[in-house]
């Protein structure tokens, strides 16, 4: 039973300073903070319950988010949450169709982020008032509850409401088991965690060691900078993991189209399976051009993490761009937006492989694919969820990983809400970590 006016939404900035040791480095982003515009929702209702929400940035910027999330608290603020839940496509549109607030967006950039923050602390609250993990509260809607939760403005072309009502209807079938199934042995993942682009070839050796002792069988790399560089680390990596493990690519959008081709045809001989972000993400027929040119080499092209809303994940699906798509928890419009694309791959059949990591990613996002998994996909083929292991101390409900796979989440929420003690330690810059740091001499 959904309950309570909403009486206040604060957000916080919550930086923890993992450049210091290279953690999260890639190609274009060398000295990432992994950051959170932190938010907290609560009601009038007796039962004391509060909503979570956050989303990811990397430092710099999230006092801009965080600005954008306090410019949204007028839509929020003295609602009534069970309103919200009953019309929540309307709720969304609302949100990111404030006739002001739109111009700097609409449905992309900071307002966007915010956006992500807020709705993910209303998802926390609603699935924690049922008590509910919340892929579980996804996974026991009805097909039409589900779609009422979709805005489909601008992916009417590619997807309409009754396609998407045919293929949660289709998704019936078999549920029970899949969600059994789920609960048994957990999401496949692969693993992030050995090859960030500051680390020097020993670390990445004995993390890759450490990482193979500890089963996982999946592993990403990050390339663009430097190409002897590149090849001597897929070298190294690949022959620690041997010929049958899975390598992946990430370079985080550092090439032109053509650069991109002949960069990549230089690594085929590593076998990779995909190239994540190998250009701009806005570049849709870019990624067509590169995909079409590694699709011989049996790479194929994976993107989503800073594709700004469903329209980018749409074109992208429609000009056959992509052979992996990676939704982010954060970036789009919260479960609403991520469930729009998660049935526009079901219908274009290509893979979804969500991105995660960053600070709270992993908590969030498993969420999202164990649902896809358990009523839209209803397959694991060519499927897996990004895991990276930092940062995961600072969170209530932890994201766990056994035999490298996602365990499914079991305690109400959507796993958002952060320890307190974490929030306050980090809060930038007053926190006392930031002190130590920036009072330094
Ligand atoms: C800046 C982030 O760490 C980014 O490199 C993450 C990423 O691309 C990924 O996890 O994939
Ligand atoms: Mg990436």
């Known amino acids: 039973m959904v309950r309570g006016r909403i009486t206040g939404l604060a957000a916080s900035d919550i930086r923890f300073p993992t450049s210091l040791g290279h953690h999260g480095s890639d190609a274009m982003h060398p000295d990432p903070d992994y950051s ?5 929702i609560e009601t009038d209702a007796r039962d004391g319950l509060k909503g979570y929400g956050l989303t990811f940035t990397l430092g710099k910027g999230t006092e801009v988010v965080v600005c954008a999330v306090n410019a949204l608290s007028i839509h929020v603020v003295n609602k009534d949450l069970e309103e919200i839940v009953n019309d929540f496509r309307g709720f969304y549109r609302q949100l990111t169709s404030d006739g002001q607030l739109r111009w700097i967006g609409p449905e992309k950039g900071a307002v966007h982020l915010a956006t992500a ?3 993910n602390a209303i998802w926390d609250l609603w699935a924690k008032q049922e008590g509910k993990p919340l892929w579980k509260l996804l996974v026991d809607m009805d097909p039409k509850q589900l779609l009422s939760c979709i805005d489909f403005r601008y992916i009417t072309d590619a997807l309409t409401e009754e396609e ?5 209807q289709n998704g019936l079938l078999g549920k029970k088991e899949r969600e059994e199934q789920m609960l048994k042995h957990g999401y496949p993942a692969y693993t992030t965690s050995c090859a960030w682009l500051g680390y020097p070839d020993q670390q990445l050796k004995q993390l890759c060691t450490e990482a193979l002792k500890d089963g996982w069988t999946r592993f990403k790399v990050k390339v663009g900078a430097d190409l002897p560089d590149d090849i001597r680390r897929c070298r190294l990596i690949r022959e620690m993991i041997g010929p049958d493990k899975t390598l992946m690519l990430d370079a985080n959008q550092r090439w032109e189209v053509k650069e991109a081709i002949e960069w990549v045809t230089k690594l085929a001989e590593f076998k990779p399976l995909w190239i994540e972000e190998p250009t701009s993400p806005d570049d849709i027929l870019g990624h067509a051009a590169i995909s079409k040119a590694l699709a011989p080499l049996g790479i ?3 993107t989503g993490e800073q594709c700004h809303n469903r329209v980018i994940f749409k074109q992208l699906l429609q000009a056959k761009a992509l052979s992996y798509l990676q939704i982010d928890s954060c970036r789009l419009g919260s ?3 991520n469930l729009s694309v998660l049935l526009m791959a079901k219908k274009f059949q290509i893979p979804v492989c969500p991105h995660a990591g960053g600070v709270g990613l992993c908590e969030l996002v498993q969420h999202l694919i164990i649902f896809d998994y358990i009523s839209v996909s209803g397959s694991l083929e060519n499927r897996m969820c990004e895991y990276v292991d930092h940062l995961h101390e600072h969170f209530k409900y932890p994201a766990i990983i056994k035999k490298a796979s996602y365990v499914p989440p079991q305690d109400a929420g959507y796993s958002t ?9 980090y809060l930038f810059p007053q926190g006392e970590v930031w002190q130590k740091i920036l009072c330094k001499p």
């Not at 959170?36 to 907290?40: E, G, M």
């Not at 998407?164 to 949660?168: G, M, Q, Y």
């Not at 809400?417 to 330690?425: C, D, H, L, V």
């Open 117 to 119: 923050a807020v709705l």
């Open 36 to 40: 959170a515009a932190y938010v907290v």
């Open 335 to 337: 479960v609403n937006e």
């Open 417 to 425: 809400e952060m320890k307190e003690e974490s929030a306050r330690k």
């Open 164 to 168: 998407a009502h045919e293929i949660l």
């Open 300 to 302: 194929g092209v994976a």
